[in-house]
């Protein structure tokens, strides 16, 4: 007869949970293994990064301190972790990463031609030769640390970090500075042209070579680099690999409008500039260069203070003049007769050719004579005259600018109808603003050409808020580093 060899079942089962629970143990490390080790070596590298931006973090602060003159010589020690360091200050590297400033004064015949192009790198080239052209380039060179494709730069006195996805974050400032008034910019020039790679460790020091360079203001380089400055606007090209960065930085710093040239690697920037106000000698031309659209009633004061010929009273009774203003599709015109205002009148030839006109309500400006001589005369002629009526003239017009429901209106929303009235000063604020979303306000004034008024003694005045962070001095320095890795 056979054996029975059922009682080894439970010793065969036992094998069999061992096996299966063994094969479990190996898949269950297996899996860990899988989705873990990228997960390690991720926080590995980031944990590496991290090192090497504290590293240049330490390093920006140090070569600040050369820049600034505080010390003539620096040195950082930074780990290199399997990476390389090079630094790139030669022509090669410069090409790559400069800045350009330019001031641009909205004066100049080419003006709008550039201002509408301007958003490329080498946009000011066509106009390099202008009589009034003020611009000047400055190279800056960086140090860069690359590990794989992260990558780690000293540039322009800051330290930016650019990830494989493209995009770059800042991790240390650059030497932009402003007050409020004030933008002051060193240059930091890196130059030297060597590198290392490796797993040990390397020191990177820099030295100042010279006193730094003033740019700006220099009116030996050009008549126009001068403060309080002339320009209208600054318009600051920066050419970096780093360039998003820098945008989204200044961004920050002041009110600007930054765009990105994405074909070039540039930032372009916008900078407003505190726009001439004040008391002038009468002109012919002048500017409204922005107001501020938050502010409800942003001119404070616009006025004309005309002294008649000779002085004598006699010569304000023909007295003759038009003050008028235009932007994009938009116009005003003041007519004056004698000491009147005889109508305004505004078109927007976007929404239609009819003129909204508003006419004399009787009201007059006071001319003041001397008491001592009744001959010499003077009156002031004040287009924010909150007393001063006028009608509004429709001839069958009605009026576009003033209803809410027009797409073009302006506050006060209100109709207005054959025969209302409204202060000067409400018609001048309603209108100017309506033509500042157009931009730049050109103002002119003429004469009727019996010469009633002395010019060369009357002037005129003009104050208005011109919004935001605005520029009234620059301050640019180039700071030449010599960079030298051990």
């Given amino acids: 007869m056979g054996k029975d060899l059922s009682g080894n079942k439970a010793a065969v089962s036992s094998v069999v949970g061992i096996t299966i629970m ?17 997960a390690i070596e991720s926080m590995e590298d980031m944990a590496q990064a991290q090192k090497i931006e504290q590293g240049f973090t330490v ?191 200044a961004e920050t710093l002041i009110t600007t409008t930054a765009t990105l040239d994405d074909e070039n690697k540039t930032a372009i920037l916008d900078l407003d500039t505190v726009p001439e106000m004040g008391t002038y000698p009468l002109a012919y031309n002048f500017k409204i260069v922005q107001l501020n659209e938050s502010n409800p009633e942003p001119i404070y004061n616009f006025s004309y203070y005309l002294e008649a010929v000779s002085k004598d009273a006699s010569n304000f009774n023909s007295a003759q003049f038009w003050l008028r203003a235009s932007s994009g599709t938009k116009e005003i015109e003041y007519e004056t007769d004698k000491t009147t205002i005889q109508h305004v009148k505004y078109r927007d030839s976007a929404v239609s050719t009819n003129w909204e006109t508003w006419v004399d309500a009787g009201s007059e400006f006071t001319k003041y004579e001397d008491p001592d001589n ?63 979303l157009e931009g730049t306000i050109d103002c002119t004034w003429e004469e009727k050409q019996n010469n009633k008024v002395e010019e060369i003694d009357s002037e005129y005045t003009l104050l208005y808020d011109g919004g935001g962070n605005l520029i009234s001095f620059l301050h640019v320095t180039r700071n030449e580093l010599e960079a030298t890795i051990d």
């Fill in 374 to 436: 009744k001959k010499h005369a003077n009156c002031t002629f004040d287009f924010l005259n909150e007393t001063y009526l006028m009608e509004y003239s429709d001839g069958e017009i009605e009026e576009y600018s003033w209803n809410v429901t027009s797409p073009t209106t302006m506050i006060p929303n209100m109709t207005i109808v054959d025969g209302d009235t409204q202060s000067l000063y409400n018609i001048t604020m309603h209108y100017f603003k309506l033509m500042a």
């Fill in 59 to 249: 390093f920006d602060s140090r070569t600040s301190k050369t820049a600034l003159g505080e010390a003539p010589l620096q040195t950082t020690g930074l780990s290199l972790m399997g990476g390389d360091v090079e630094i790139m200050g030669d022509d090669d590297a410069y090409n790559e990463s400069q800045i350009m400033i330019i001031g641009l004064s909205s004066n100049s015949t080419w003006y709008d031609d550039f201002y509408q192009n301007r958003s490329y790198w080498d946009a000011w080239k066509s106009y390099e030769n202008e009589p009034d052209f003020a611009g000047f380039n400055a190279s800056m060179g960086k140090i860069v640390y690359t590990s794989g494709e992260r990558i780690i730069a000293y540039e322009g006195g800051g330290v930016w970090s650019k990830y494989p996805t493209g995009g770059t974050v800042m991790i240390s400032p650059p030497e932009f500075h402003f007050n409020g008034e004030t933008l002051t910019i060193p240059i930091m020039k890196i130059t030297g042209n060597t590198s290392v790679s490796g797993s040990t460790n390397a020191a990177i020091s820099v030295a100042s070579t010279s006193d730094p360079d003033i740019l700006f203001p220099n009116s030996t380089k050009n008549s126009l680099f001068v403060n309080p400055l002339k320009a209208d606007k600054i318009i600051i090209y920066i050419q970096s690999d780093y360039y998003d960065g820098w945008a989204e930085y």
């Fill in 22 to 38: 063994f094969a479990i143990t190996l898949l269950s490390i297996g899996i860990m293994v899988l989705y873990t080790l990228p």
